[in-house]
Structure formats: structure tokens, C-alpha cells
């Protein structure tokens, strides 16, 4: 004959009204939840349009900087060989009584004039992107 073992350790705890109340809940939420949450093909492309106009704003927000950039490059690149120091906002590079020629971010030349007479930070298009001393 073959004897059947039992089994050790405390029985199963019985729930409590209250519990099952909790998980009955907990269950129909779910399934609420479920049944609203279900996207339609409307609803994703709605959400992939939003996506995509956001990336689209990114994209050219980068373009515009870069573009920036390149104007900038290429101003100093064109006063590097002519005796022009190219200069970033800051303080100014020379004694206040040195007579300057500068170039502007916008293309502009202004001067000679002492350096003391310019402002040499950062002032939109009008910065001072390199000087010449005279």
C-alpha cells in the first residue's frame, strides 16, 4: 500500500469579505481601463501628426542655428587674412585709446574710432566680431 504524505506548513489563510471586495474592485478597474484604453487608427495617427510637428519644430530650429553658425564662420574666415583679429563678446582686446577699425556681425564696418568708444559684448547684429587696428 502506498501512503500519502501530508503536507507541512500553515493552511491557506481564508480572504477576508473585505479583500474580496477589494479585488473585485481592483478587477472591474481593469477592465474599464482596458476597454477605454483600446487606440484607434485615428487616435494613432493624431498622436504620430503631434510627433512629427514637434520633431519637424526641432529640425528647424537646428537648421536656423546652424545657418547662424555658418554666417559667423564665414565672416571671420573672410577677415582672417587681412590683418583683422577676430574678437568674441567680451572685454575689449586693446587700451581704450587705441585707434580700432571693427567689423559688426551684421557685415558692417565702423571706425576708426578708440577702442573706448565701442562696445565690445555681445549686442545682437550689432557685436563686434573682429577689429583692425589702425
Sequence with gaps: MVEIKKKRG???????????LR???????KAAKAASKVPTI????????????????ILEDAVNAGRDLHKKIETLSSVRHTGWQAHT?????????????????????NGPHAAGNFLWRECGNGT?????VV
Design 10 to 20: 500553515r493552511p491557506a489563510k481564508a480572504k477576508t469579505f473585505i479583500e474580496n
Design 42 to 57: 485615428d487616435d494613432k495617427v493624431a498622436t504620430l501628426t503631434k510627433r512629427v510637428a514637434k520633431l519637424e519644430s
Design 89 to 109: 563678446a567680451g572685454e575689449s582686446p586693446v587700451f581704450s585709446e587705441t585707434v580700432v577699425e571693427v567689423l559688426l556681425r551684421n557685415g558692417q564696418t
Design 128 to 132: 563686434i566680431v573682429a577689429y583692425k
Design 23 to 29: 479585488k473585485d474592485d481592483l478587477e472591474r478597474l
